[in-house]
């Protein structure tokens, strides 16, 4: 897979993402707590070749920690920029990475948000949420969240902001979760008129809690229970390549306003997906297709029990195609040729 010629060699991208998993392990993306510091506003520096250098531009990425928070966070350092990590919890840092420095915050504190921004040149919304417990709901966190982060970008003079929808996002849409993805877009875009979308699809990588779990249902079960007919259809994006999209459109010089989705190179039909991943595990369970009405009922149960393996969202996401839509930009618009689900897979299936 070409990522261009302007990635790091392997070995220091092994060298930072090693530093990056020391300092910020895994943890709840929702950044929570006081405010621990600042840093000096760096000094904009621009270059030839259309591209801005990186070299002193602070970015606060939100979500930081998560599954694609931490990849966007590499990427980022990869390409030169200093990373601002705001999550729950922050941990010391362990590595010997000068630019990399994690901050307390609160998506849902103005204050907080305030301290983390200030003087930087991007910030990034990564935060994500799944299952609404609480006051943690799908409106609080995407739209709500969003739009006061957004706000605090414009008015710290923040240049650049990315913020982390979902493919197939629609602020009319029935679904709670999918709608709260669109409005959250839409406030946003009206904070932040020049905010970068970018809309991942299902995302997979070694750490994952999607080929991970299927592999590990489709080696236990003989069995398999399908959603509906299996005829939904999935477009699997590396979430490698998702991060680099990421850090290549903070670097661009081109005005922002753009929405990229990001899907990978083939379209499944989920029995396609699922007889995919069998096969590299080599494996052949019976797929049975399960009525949309059962797994309703189940995911709705599954509200009620921390920790369910299904949930409304994921059921009524699975009703709906989530591929590119025709016209909108994606990889190639960034120069990125996305890596295909059976290598990842492959190198997976080793390593298990």
């Given at each position: 897979?070409?990522?261009?010629?302007?990635?790091?060699?392997?070995?220091?991208?092994?060298?930072?993402?090693?530093?990056?998993?020391?300092?910020?392990?895994?943890?709840?993306?929702?950044?929570?707590?006081?405010?621990?510091?600042?840093?000096a506003?760096?000094?904009?520096?621009?270059?030839p070749?259309?591209?801005?250098?990186?070299?002193?531009?602070?970015?606060?990425?939100?979500?930081?920690?998560?599954?694609?928070?931490?990849r966007?966070?590499?990427?980022?350092?990869?390409?030169?920029?200093?990373?601002?990590?705001?999550?729950?919890h922050p941990?010391?840092?362990?590595?010997?990475?000068?630019?990399?420095?994690?901050?307390?915050?609160?998506?849902?504190?103005?204050?907080?948000?305030?301290?983390?921004?200030a003087?930087?040149?991007?910030?990034?919304?990564?935060?994500?949420?799944?299952?609404?417990?609480?006051?943690?709901?799908?409106?609080?966190?995407?739209?709500?969240?969003?739009?006061?982060?957004?706000?605090?970008?414009?008015?710290?003079?923040?240049?650049?902001?990315?913020?982390?929808?979902?493919?197939?996002?629609?602020a009319?849409?029935?679904?709670?979760?999918?709608?709260?993805?669109?409005?959250?877009?839409?406030?946003?875009?009206?904070?932040?008129p020049?905010?970068?979308?970018?809309?991942?699809?299902?995302?997979?990588?070694?750490?994952?809690?999607?080929?991970?779990?299927?592999?590990?249902l489709?080696?236990?079960?003989?069995?398999?229970?399908?959603?509906?007919?299996?005829?939904t259809?999935?477009?699997?994006?590396?979430?490698?390549?998702?991060?680099?999209?990421?850090?290549?459109?903070?670097?661009?010089?081109?005005?922002?306003?753009?929405?990229?989705?990001?899907?990978?190179?083939?379209?499944?039909?989920?029995?396609?997906?699922?007889?995919?991943?069998?096969?590299?595990?080599n494996?052949?369970?019976?797929?049975?297709?399960?009525?949309?009405?059962?797994?309703?009922?189940?995911?709705?149960?599954?509200?009620?029990?921390?920790?369910?393996p299904?949930?409304?969202?994921q059921?009524?996401?699975?009703?709906?195609?989530?591929?590119?839509?025709?016209?909108k930009?994606?990889?190639?618009?960034?120069?990125?040729?996305?890596?295909?689900?059976?290598?990842?897979?492959?190198?997976?299936?080793?390593?298990?």
């Amino acid at each position: 897979m070409s990522r261009g010629a302007e990635t790091s060699d392997a070995g220091r991208e092994k060298r930072l993402d090693q530093a990056i998993e020391m300092t910020f392990p895994a943890s709840d993306p929702i950044a929570v707590g006081p405010p621990t510091g600042t840093q000096a506003p760096p000094q904009p520096v621009s270059t030839p070749h259309g591209e801005v250098r990186a070299g002193a531009r602070v970015v606060t990425v939100f979500g930081g920690t998560g599954f694609l928070g931490r990849r966007i966070v590499g990427h980022l350092r990869a390409r030169g920029f200093t990373v601002r990590v705001a999550s729950r919890h922050p941990k010391p840092q362990k590595g010997d990475d000068p630019q990399l420095s994690s901050i307390a915050a609160d998506i849902h504190d103005a204050s907080s948000i305030d301290v983390a921004v200030a003087g930087g040149f991007g910030v990034v919304n990564a935060v994500s949420l799944y299952v609404e417990r609480g006051s943690e709901t799908f409106q609080a966190v995407h739209v709500a969240a969003a739009e006061r982060l957004a706000n605090a970008a414009r008015k710290a003079g923040v240049e650049r902001l990315v913020q982390i929808s979902g493919i197939g996002a629609d602020a009319k849409s029935a679904s709670p979760y999918i709608r709260a993805r669109g409005q959250g877009e839409e406030a946003v875009r009206a904070a932040f008129p020049q905010a970068s979308i970018v809309r991942p699809a299902v995302m997979f990588g070694r750490d994952d809690a999607f080929l991970n779990t299927l592999i590990k249902l489709l080696r236990r079960l003989p069995v398999y229970p399908m959603f509906g007919s299996g005829g939904t259809r999935l477009q699997p994006a590396d979430v490698e390549d998702v991060g680099e999209a990421v850090a290549r459109l903070l670097q661009r010089t081109e005005p922002g306003g753009v929405t990229v989705e990001c899907c990978g190179p083939r379209i499944y039909s989920y029995e396609e997906l699922l007889r995919t991943i069998a096969g590299g595990a080599n494996v052949r369970p019976i797929l049975m297709p399960v009525p949309f009405a059962v797994w309703h009922a189940l995911g709705w149960a599954g509200e009620f029990v921390p920790g369910a393996p299904v949930t409304r969202n994921q059921v009524e996401l699975m009703e709906i195609d989530t591929v590119a839509s025709p016209g909108k930009p994606g990889f190639a618009a960034l120069g990125i040729e996305p890596q295909p689900m059976e290598e990842v897979l492959e190198r997976m299936l080793r390593a298990s």
